[in-house]
């Protein structure tokens, strides 16, 4: 099952709850093979969080100026992160090389834009926003390896397009879901600019974010009863527990996340709360992350150079 994230946002609205559970229940099969583990932490590379959080923000910022779609960026910031856990020669250089690394933020970037754009943008177009930096025929020659490399899988589920799924279980009786929408729309998008979150499956930060969103809502506008239900509805749809100590820990990062960059809170009302932990679990396999949310991601200025 292949659908773009950039589907209408009310993609299972004509869909029954069943159909949508099996919709997910095939999202979630598949998204296992689209894992990647954290590569900035590894011994040997030179690319650290700077490096990559300055070159997300430089594609979003290209994307924004040549009004691509912003989860475009998102999808190609996926395929790097990926691309960087590869054993490919290039992985490995660009690990230990910062202008490598350039080159494969450049490719991947043109990648997406090939896969997910109406119209593709030419090699030699990517090649002049780096400047000269890299060249057409280096973006082209890297775009196999990659494509290689990621055993031409790209097409896998984003969290944006778990978040619009699961978003259609919600009541009819839901008098805000244009806000929900937005607020875990939005998260996710920051998600991607988080280090930490690169292990973490797509449907756990879907999760994560519709239940920060959710926790927004003034009470009339959905029902205790009703908020409750649709949180159980969730966890039945994903497997995942709400309550888990891993979705605890992307809920705080995603609200610190959100309180920086639009400079308020998302206010929680404590009916689905919070608990912090320090290491969490997931498919078996643990990952460290901070009991609070701090950021450890210096802001940079968008340039190419790092």
Request: net charge negative; with cysteine; charged share 25%.
């Amino acid at each position: 099952m292949n659908v773009y994230p950039q589907d209408n946002v009310a993609a299972g609205s004509m869909m029954q709850e069943e159909d949508l559970y099996s919709v997910l229940s095939a999202m979630l099969r598949q998204e296992e093979e689209y894992q990647c583990h954290g590569y900035l932490d590894v011994d040997d590379t030179l690319v650290d969080e700077i490096c990559r959080t300055k070159m997300t923000e430089w594609v979003f910022q290209v994307v924004d100026c040549t009004q691509l779609q912003r989860e475009t960026a998102s999808v190609s910031i996926q395929y790097l992160d990926r691309f960087m856990c590869t054993s490919s020669p290039s992985a490995k250089r660009a690990r230990v090389d910062r202008k490598e690394y350039q080159l494969v933020v450049l490719t991947t970037f043109y990648i997406a834009t090939k896969i997910f754009e109406p119209f593709a943008m030419e090699a030699s177009l990517v090649s002049r926003l780096s400047r000269g930096v890299h060249s057409e025929e280096e973006i082209v020659a890297l775009e196999y390896e990659i494509l290689v490399a990621l055993q031409w899988r790209l097409n896998g589920p984003t969290s944006l397009q778990f978040v619009n799924y699961l978003l259609e279980l919600l009541p009819t009786s839901c008098r805000c879901k244009a806000s929900l929408y937005e607020h875990s729309h939005f998260q996710t998008e920051l998600s991607i600019g988080d280090c930490t979150l690169i292990p973490i499956r797509r449907s756990v930060i879907a999760v994560a974010a519709i239940l920060n969103s959710l926790e927004n809502l003034e009470k009339e506008s959905l029902p205790l009863n009703e908020r409750i239900r649709y949180a159980e509805a969730i966890s039945i749809s994903t497997g995942i527990e709400i309550f888990s100590p891993v979705i605890n820990t992307v809920r705080l990062r995603l609200l610190d996340s959100f309180s920086r960059s639009s400079g308020y809170s998302l206010a929680q009302a404590g009916i689905l709360p919070i608990k912090e932990s320090k290491q969490t679990t997931t498919n078996g396999k643990t990952a460290v992350v901070d009991k609070s949310p701090v950021c450890v991601i210096k802001e940079r200025a968008i340039s190419l150079e790092l």
